[in-house]
């Protein structure tokens, strides 16, 4: 019974439509539930060469981890398009609003937001990267704890990413899991320094 409730309210929260001021971030947010190791299992992102890509794109990897200062560190390992393996770092600086970070990037040179949507912390977790919804630098990712979600989960992520916006064509869930390996744990802290 509480599965179903739970099931609804995401499906309620997935399907209303919204404009980028109206999202917020998940209730009560806590980032230690949210810490740990997430795979990047579906994203929108409405830029041309990534809808034209699309189907070259593969599940990537990641780690976070709170850090001192309240705010948090991610670490994405993925293959290249020269089929080499690359690390990136982000170091996402608290707000004064729970789920919401901003950090700055360093490819557009601009503050960006990162607002974590909704999570339930043990199976995924949707993040809107950008709230100002500009297409070349807003995107919404769907992270799973497994590479694999239950398909009502993906489709959720579908109907949201159409519901604020994305085209059909801009989501991406790919279905092959990127070969990268994760470092071991012991040295997953030394890379986010």
């Known amino acids: 019974m509480l599965l179903a409730v739970a099931v609804l309210c ?3 929260l997935w399907t209303h439509s ?4 109206d999202i917020q971030p998940q209730p009560d947010f806590e980032l230690e539930q949210f810490t ?4 990047r299992v579906g994203w929108a992102y409405d830029h041309p060469l990534v809808i034209e890509h699309k189907n070259k794109f593969l599940i990537s ?4 981890i709170a850090n001192e200062n309240g705010g948090a560190n991610l670490t994405m390992w993925t293959m290249n398009s020269l089929k080499t393996c690359e690390v990136s770092s982000y170091v996402y600086e608290k707000t ?3 789920g919401v970070f901003t950090y700055f990037s360093q490819r557009h040179k601009i503050e960006k937001d990162i ?5 339930n912390y043990t199976d995924y977790g949707v993040v809107l990267k950008y709230r100002n919804m500009k297409k070349e ?3 919404l990712a769907l992270y799973g704890r497994k590479p694999e979600l239950r398909p009502e989960v993906v489709e959720n992520f579908r109907s949201f990413a159409l ?4 085209p059909e064509e801009a989501i991406i869930t790919p279905v092959i899991l990127d070969p990268c390996p994760l470092p071991e744990p012991s040295n997953r802290t030394k890379l986010l320094d």
């Open 10 to 12: 995401s499906v309620v």
């Open 18 to 21: 919204f404009n980028s001021s």
């Open 36 to 39: 740990g190791e997430w795979y």
């Open 61 to 64: 990897r990641g780690h976070l």
């Open 96 to 98: 004064e609003l729970p």
């Open 115 to 119: 607002t974590v949507v909704e999570t």
């Open 137 to 139: 630098y807003t995107q």
């Open 163 to 166: 519901s604020i916006g994305f």
